[in-house]
């Protein structure tokens, strides 16, 4: 009995053996030829080029997009063979500035079908390929042999080719055509808004479309249009590549389709009436988020002189803060679609995305806190010019109070950023309406006005009161350029506000080298702003226990069944801050966190960020804070309020 047990032992390996050539190792990753097969069998053999990469590295498609290339392999030997293409799994789109890439992460299987002569055991070959991060990019190589003599059946490998095989893309069940300008239309059985959720094209040439840019989803009866943007100026006239659906749960649907001469439907979308009054209540809950705050001052003063008699004059000052609001929301809007039209990743609140806009925004914030502090006056503000400062109020407010996004306002913003031209300004144009309504509404409704106190002294007190939150204002955005710009950005700014301040005292004198001295000071700090140089971009991950967010981590998380909680903040984001510092930093909220192996990971928009502008837009928004629980086992994941508190984290985690 001792006997057949021994000699079973001894020929376990030979059932298990497996058909692996020797790796090539880095410091990037390890690869190596492996067989679907112990032996060759006829002149057929499935092989395929495995490539185990560390985090953060990847290799390109076949299709690479605008840089790289995709690996290449040679057969040696024996003499006569011949090794057919490869077979790619579905890539991972990675855009860094104006280039797009089309990548390979994590363990990748290249399958490919070799052509032997009758009766080889033994395969030699030689690879190149590129293996990149997102800093630099390693040219390596190497030379590979491959004993085939383990007897008949699968290989101890066979798993990774079964694996491979069913992640492949499988042919597609629906039509698709593509209209001249870049629409590609996707109709078939299920296509439904409820059913899908993302859908992306990997062209299978790199001229075919602009690879950067994104790529909008709308939806028609019985399918999709995907806007695509064409490389040339030649009409496309068909296109072949690999398109993948994500379903509301996150799972991915890989197919490859070859697109026909077709021309662009009309879309369907949602009733126009529903996203302006979206926007309108959008716009009107904004004045209650933590973002208005550093206009309540001028917004107090603006209240306080709707209580005077003179109800035309209030009128009149009214409307100036409406055009004002609704001029500047229309003005941020048309900037917004051109960028996003030139194929600009960028997203609500992208304004504070620029140093030299956050500088600008602080001196002229310094500059009206000396004004409430009786320093100097601006016509407008003064008794003389009302309607004027009401209108320049109106924009400032926008400016200043609209890097975050209600309730809402989120969907409406990205529905207007996907709709016609016309409808989009309607949508911005309400938007900036829904902000200034409080102060219209006091203005034309008598009955709301005398419930406001009369005018009197202690307006005066009010107004120099209100110069601290002006001057809070301005040290809170002293602060977010230091995390864009570092100390030497923010010492610029402490400089141009002086010089600005210094002006502004000058304008007292009414002697003309006073004037003129004051026009060098101004000059002065505006020549400051080309000097502000953004600093090396480095993901924030200020919450405790928490990593940077990575699309590949996200899915390599996903894929394992771990939970994971998202947060999408900007450091110019107040609500943001408000809910890091209430709903997420806490010592309790961060043992519920590890009590439950829940991942923190938090997508840091302060800067231009095209991979989390992405992700902003496949779950609908186009701005923060965005807040996304993943639950464990792969399990559909959960947008919270734009308002967090504990209870609401801990429900979602629970």
Same mark, same amino acid.
């Given at each position: ?22 790796r090539v190792t880095s410091a990037r ?68 500035g104006s280039v797009g890439d089309y ?209 035309? /004059? =209030?009128?009149?000052? $009214?409307?100036?803060?409406? %055009? ?5 929301? *229309?003005? &941020? #809007? +048309?900037? @917004? ?66 890097p975050c996004t209600a309730p809402f306002?989120?969907?409406?913003? /990205? =529905?207007?950023?996907? $709709?016609?031209?016309?409808? %989009? ?5 309400? *938007?900036? &309406? #829904? +902000?200034? @309504? ?86 002065? %700090? ?129």
């Amino acid at each position: 009995m001792m006997r057949w047990l021994l000699l079973a032992l001894l020929l376990v390996p030979a059932f298990a053996r497996a058909a692996e050539s020797n790796r090539v190792t880095s410091a990037r990753d390890t690869v190596s030829l492996i067989s679907a097969t112990k032996s060759a069998t006829g002149t057929k053999l499935h092989l395929g080029l495995l490539f185990r990469l560390k985090p953060d590295w990847h290799i390109y498609w076949s299709d690479p997009g605008d840089a790289g290339e995709p690996p290449a392999l040679e057969l040696t030997a024996p003499a006569g063979a011949k090794a057919g293409p490869f077979a790619y799994p579905p890539p991972h789109w990675l855009v860094a500035g104006s280039v797009g890439d089309y990548v390979e992460t994590g363990t990748v299987l290249l399958p490919f079908t070799a052509t032997l002569p009758s009766g080889a055991t033994a395969i030699a070959a030689k690879a190149r390929w590129l293996v990149c991060n997102p800093k630099i990019c390693v040219p390596e190589q190497g030379r590979f042999n491959l004993s085939l003599q383990g007897g008949a059946g699968p290989s101890r490998e066979a798993g990774l080719f079964a694996k491979a095989r069913a992640a492949m893309p499988r042919p597609s069940p629906f039509a698709a055509t593509i209209a001249p300008g870049g629409d590609l239309t996707v109709t078939g059985a299920g296509l439904t808004r409820t059913a899908v959720k993302t859908a992306h094209v990997f062209p299978a040439s790199p001229d075919a479309i602009v690879n950067a840019a994104p790529q909008p989803l709308h939806f028609i009866r019985n399918g999709f249009v995907l806007d695509l943007k064409p490389a040339g100026s030649k009409p496309m006239r068909v296109l072949a590549g690999i398109l993948e659906i994500t379903d509301p749960t996150g799972q991915v649907q890989a197919l490859t389709i070859a697109a026909t001469p077709g021309v662009a439907p009309s879309t369907m979308p949602t009733p126009w009436i529903v996203w302006i009054g979206a926007a309108l209540l959008g716009g009107l809950i904004l004045n209650l988020m933590p973002c208005v705050f550093p206009i309540l001052a001028m917004k107090a003063l603006a209240v306080a002189r709707f209580g005077h008699d003179d109800k035309r /004059a =209030a009128r009149r000052e $009214a409307l100036g803060y409406t %055009a004002g609001s609704v001029a500047a929301m *229309l003005a &941020l #809007g +048309i900037v @917004l679609i051109v960028l996003r039209a030139g194929g600009a990743a960028l997203g609500w609140g992208f304004q504070f995305q620029s140093p030299a806009f956050i500088a600008v925004m602080a001196w002229i914030v310094v500059a009206i806190g000396l004004n409430f502090a009786g320093l100097y006056e601006i016509p407008g503000i003064a008794m003389r010019n009302r309607t004027t400062g009401s209108f320049a109020t109106g924009v400032l407010a926008v400016l200043v109070a609209t890097p975050c996004t209600a309730p809402f306002m989120g969907g409406a913003v /990205a =529905a207007a950023l996907a $709709a016609p031209i016309v409808l %989009a300004l309607g949508i911005f144009g309400a *938007l900036g &309406l #829904g +902000i200034a @309504l409080p102060f219209l509404a006091l203005a034309l409704a008598p009955a709301l006005a005398r419930i406001l106190p009369r005018p009197g002294a202690w307006m005066i007190v009010l107004r120099q009161f209100m110069a601290f939150p002006m001057f809070a204002t301005a040290s809170w955005l002293l602060w977010v350029m230091t995390t864009e710009a570092g100390a030497d950005g923010a010492l610029i700014v402490a400089a141009g506000a002086v010089l600005i301040g210094f002006a502004l005292w000058l304008l007292r004198f009414r002697f003309l080298l006073a004037r003129g001295l004051a026009v060098v000071s101004v000059i002065a %700090a505006a020549a400051l702003l080309p000097r502000i140089v953004p600093a090396d971009a480095a993901a924030r991950t200020t919450l405790p226990h928490s990593i940077p967010y990575s699309p590949g981590k996200l899915a390599s998380l996903r894929a394992a069944g771990k939970p994971v909680f998202v947060d999408i903040t900007a450091a110019w984001c107040i609500t943001c801050q408000v809910n890091d510092r209430i709903a997420l930093e806490p010592a309790a909220i961060q043992r519920d966190f590890a009590a439950r192996h829940v991942t923190l990971m938090v997508g840091d928009w302060t800067r231009r960020a095209p991979a989390i502008t992405r992700y902003l837009a496949a779950h609908g928004r186009d701005g923060v804070p965005l807040y996304v629980f993943y639950p464990p086992d792969r399990g559909k994941p959960v947008i919270l309020p734009q308002i967090l508190t504990p209870s609401i984290v801990r429900r979602a985690i629970k």
